[in-house]
């Protein structure tokens, strides 16, 4: 009701809830080596979303018999602070947090040379500090940006974003109302280079050609968020300009 | 050649791509076959409903059991569905007993993605007093044999579950919740369908089999229902997809959903 009519008051165009045009991203800020104790580290904010994650290794693995002879087992853990949500969250992990733990590896394994490093182990840590839609995209771009300043061998950063349907239209990067109230989500998480979707959920009801046009836009998502992603690596290295 | 699975795995891939090469699987399937689905339903007596259902060697029972409890804090006035799944030691040498695996979890989770996308159980109808007492629905899959493919086998054998499901009607007498001795229908009429399929080098292959699952590139799980429209996606695996693949993935999904829906109201 309230928003119909502040519609007809205003007489402007199709708005969101936070005013950005439907393929606007929410403002994005990514810093790497962030944690001294960590072989490499990563905060993200992305909107209110604030993810801190921490990369150790490759090192030895522990239990060894969990350990592969022919490769480096990739281990994530996606865990959120009780505070991260409102009302207060268990610090104990739910099954939702299990399975964006597994979705993030299967998102992150194939960028990383996993190959040269056989017995050993890659362990990425993802602390949500604060929620706000979008969680499991921030933490797998953060986590990307940890792993290139852990000094892994990776194919192609992997740059994660998701589009869905509000209020009838496709929009990009939902905010945590968007995701609650909207039609549809679609994490999606890519590799730019190599042209690799590695990450694809969804949820809600969509059309194929819906579907499609909400995989498409994510992509354009993920493109810009690659450039920044480049840049926070190039900032932590000094870089200012890429050398021609 | 993967270089992500062991010597075995590697063997066994060779044998599969061959014959997926030669358009033939190792079971004689073609690439975008199911095995055979046969549907039971009602196995369970003392369950509000229950399914069993076989997709070839793979066996999964699923019950449902519903109760009086609280509401969720932030949805009062609405019914509660809790999915969970069992990988019980009997299905495969490979399970243990013990806390679920991620693979349970993710299982679980899919499938109950599907029910509630597609929104098969209208949550307001299950309030009986708004804000204190609403219906909880626990829906249980049961893993008895692992034979590849348990997501698409679970989400016949839950929708299969709760389009037989008898609620037990309660009444409310000063306050007081009671339950009666009468039912009625839990009316589950949208039906949505899981279709799986994994990518093995260049071929994407149908319902795979266990062997194919444990040398699989990658997974796609597309829930479709009766209008065509997708309610869920799960993608899982260590390699990528191009978007080509994926677009014929959605279309095979869309293709292959309504010969399974059949299978479930074949039995009504």
């Keep these: 009701m309230s928003?119909?009519?502040?519609?007809?008051?205003?007489?402007?165009?199709w708005e969101r809830v936070d005013g950005r045009e439907p393929n606007e991203l929410r403002p994005i800020k990514i810093e790497s080596g962030v944690l001294p104790n960590a072989d490499g580290?990563?905060?993200?904010?992305m909107g209110r979303n604030k993810i801190i994650v921490g990369v150790f290794g490759p090192g030895e693995m522990h239990p060894k018999h969990l350990a592969k002879p022919h490769m480096a087992v990739l281990r994530c853990r996606y865990h959120m602070a009780p505070f991260s949500t409102d009302p207060r969250r268990s610090p104990a992990p739910s099954r939702r947090d299990n399975e964006i733990s597994m979705v993030m590896r299967y998102a992150l394994e194939p960028a990383i040379f996993l190959e040269r490093y056989p017995r050993s182990c890659i362990d990425v840590y993802a602390e949500v500090l604060q929620a706000d839609g979008g969680t499991r995209c921030a933490s797998i771009n953060a986590a990307t940006v940890a792993l290139v300043d852990a000094g892994?061998?990776?194919?192609?950063?992997?740059?994660?974003?998701?589009?869905?349907?509000?209020?009838?239209?496709?929009?990009?990067?939902?905010?945590?109302?968007?995701?609650?109230?909207?039609?549809?989500?679609?994490?999606?998480?890519?590799?730019?280079?190599?042209?690799?979707?590695?990450?694809?959920?969804?949820?809600?009801?969509?059309?194929?050609?819906?579907?499609?046009?909400?995989?498409?836009?994510?992509i354009e998502g993920c493109n810009q968020i690659y450039e920044m992603q480049r840049e926070a690596l190039k900032k932590k290295y000094g870089i200012e300009k890429e050398e021609k | 050649m993967s270089p992500r699975h062991g010597i075995v795995p590697r063997l066994k891939r060779k044998k599969i791509q061959e014959a997926i090469g030669s358009g033939k699987r190792m079971d004689g399937r073609e690439l975008d076959d199911y095995r055979e689905i046969v549907v039971k339903l009602g196995v369970?007596?003392?369950?509000?409903?229950?399914?069993?259902?076989?997709?070839?060697?793979?066996?999964?029972?699923?019950?449902?059991?519903?109760?009086c409890g609280a509401p969720f804090e932030d949805t009062p006035d609405e019914g509660v569905i809790i999915c969970n799944a069992e990988f019980v030691p009997i299905a495969s040498p490979n399970?243990?007993?013990?806390?679920?695996?991620?693979?349970?979890?993710?299982?679980?989770?899919?499938?109950?993605?599907?029910?509630?996308?597609?929104?098969?159980?209208?949550?307001?109808?299950?309030?009986?007093?708004?804000?204190?007492h609403v219906y909880v629905i626990n829906i249980d899959i049961y893993i008895l044999n692992y034979a590849g493919n348990?997501?698409?086998?679970?989400?016949?054998?839950a929708l299969a579950a709760l389009r037989e499901t008898m609620k037990p009607i309660y009444k409310v007498k000063d306050g007081e919740i009671l339950l009666t001795d009468k039912k009625e229908p839990?009316?589950?009429e949208k039906m949505p369908v899981a279709?799986?399929?994994?990518?093995?080098?260049?071929?994407?292959?149908?319902?795979?089999?266990?062997?194919?699952?444990?040398?699989?590139?990658?997974?796609?799980?597309?829930?479709?229902?009766?209008?065509?429209?997708?309610?869920?996606?799960?993608?899982?695996?260590?390699?990528?997809?191009?978007?080509?693949?994926?677009?014929?993935?959605?279309?095979?999904?869309?293709?292959?959903?309504?010969?399974?829906?059949?299978?479930?109201?074949?039995?009504?």
């Excluded at chain 1, 928003?3 to 165009?13: D, I, L, N, Q």
């Excluded at chain 1, 979707?197 to 949820?203: E, K």
């Design chain 2, 44 to 67: 369970i007596e003392k369950a509000e409903g229950s399914a069993e259902v076989f997709l070839g060697d793979t066996r999964v029972i699923v019950g449902v059991k519903i109760k």
């Design chain 2, 186 to 188: 839990l009316k589950a």
């Design chain 1, 152 to 218: 892994i061998p990776m194919r192609d950063l992997v740059v994660s974003c998701a589009a869905g349907k509000y209020d009838g239209k496709v929009i990009l990067d939902l905010g945590d109302y968007e995701d609650k109230e909207g039609e549809a989500d679609v994490p999606v998480a890519y590799m730019p280079k190599l042209s690799k979707v590695t990450l694809l959920q969804m949820d809600g009801i969509l059309s194929s050609e819906e579907l499609e046009k909400c995989i498409h836009l994510s």
């Design chain 1, 41 to 45: 580290s990563s905060y993200i904010e």
């Design chain 2, 195 to 268: 279709v799986t399929m994994v990518k093995i080098g260049d071929s994407i292959v149908l319902d795979p089999s266990a062997d194919e699952e444990e040398v699989m590139d990658a997974r796609l799980t597309m829930t479709v229902d009766e209008d065509g429209n997708i309610c869920t996606i799960q993608k899982s695996g260590s390699y990528g997809l191009t978007l080509e693949e994926i677009e014929k993935a959605l279309n095979i999904a869309v293709e292959k959903a309504p010969g399974i829906r059949s299978k479930i109201t074949g039995n009504d």
């Design chain 1, 3 to 13: 928003k119909k009519k502040s519609r007809s008051r205003k007489k402007k165009k």
């Design chain 2, 150 to 157: 348990l997501i698409d086998a679970s989400a016949i054998a």
């Design chain 2, 95 to 132: 399970f243990e007993p013990g806390p679920p695996r991620e693979e349970s979890i993710e299982l679980a989770r899919v499938v109950d993605r599907g029910l509630r996308s597609a929104e098969v159980v209208d949550f307001s109808k299950l309030a009986i007093v708004p804000g204190k």
